[in-house]
T-cell receptor, first 113, second 110 residues
């Protein structure tokens, strides 16, 4: 197990299209997080899963965003009807216990044109 | 509202020139204060977790310290490979999210 894997690495989409990203966490990690990062900013929390349960969502998360983690393994993040403001790096992280020593993936860079 | 502020935004050092990065936080019920390093185009890489005022942690040329209002990342005799963005983040007792600052972009020149 070499770490947290995210696919695709890059995605260019037209405004209004739907996109889906995948995250494969470290296998023994039961906690999974999604963050969004724009240029010059720190990562911004989106949502958190413990096993398959989505336990926390940011108030900033639009209803166009949905995340799943079936069977507590990989996770997907879907953005419907993309907007130019959705252009960002989407980061996934996983951890074993409570605390912030997450292992982050390399992210999916989304560009909405 | 919980807030994490990092300074300076950017820092340029010559190789061997020691300095410190600052992270000020205003949060209700700090569970932990975290430092990450981020290289361009990559995800953040975990460095340290500090849980209580007075705590210190070290790793190679880096030392992190914590008070009740701020944390410092001290870099001793930096090398060009230490060039990166350094992020700090606070986690509170009320949730699981990390609240990140905007980061300090460090450039170490030979």
């Amino acid at each position: 197990d070499t770490g947290v894997s995210q696919n695709p690495r890059h995605k260019i989409t037209k405004r209004g299209q739907n996109v889906t990203f995948r995250c494969d966490p470290i296998s023994e990690h039961n906690r999974l997080y999604w963050y969004r990062q724009t240029l010059g900013q720190g990562p911004e929390f989106l949502t958190y899963f413990q096993n398959e349960a989505q336990l926390e969502k940011s108030r900033l998360l639009s209803d166009r965003f949905s995340a799943e983690r079936p069977k507590g393994s990989f996770s997907t993040l879907e953005i419907q009807r993309t907007e130019q403001g959705d252009s960002a790096m989407y980061l996934c992280a996983s951890s074993h216990g409570l605390g912030g020593s997450y292992t982050f993936g390399s992210g999916t860079r989304l560009t909405v044109v | 509202e919980d807030q994490v502020t990092q300074s300076p935004e950017a820092l340029r050092l010559q190789e061997g020139e020691s300095s410190s990065l600052n992270c000020s936080y205003t949060v209700s019920g700090l569970r932990g204060l975290f430092w990450y390093r981020q290289d361009p185009g990559k995800g953040p890489e975990f460095l340290f977790t500090l849980y209580s005022a007075g705590e210190e942690k070290e790793k190679e040329r880096l030392k992190a310290t914590l008070t009740k209002k701020e944390s410092f990342l001290h870099i001793t005799a930096p090398k060009p490979e230490d060039s990166a963005t350094y992020l700090c983040a606070a986690q509170t007792n009320s949730g699981y999210a990390l609240n990140f600052g905007k980061g300090t972009s460090l450039l170490v020149t030979p």
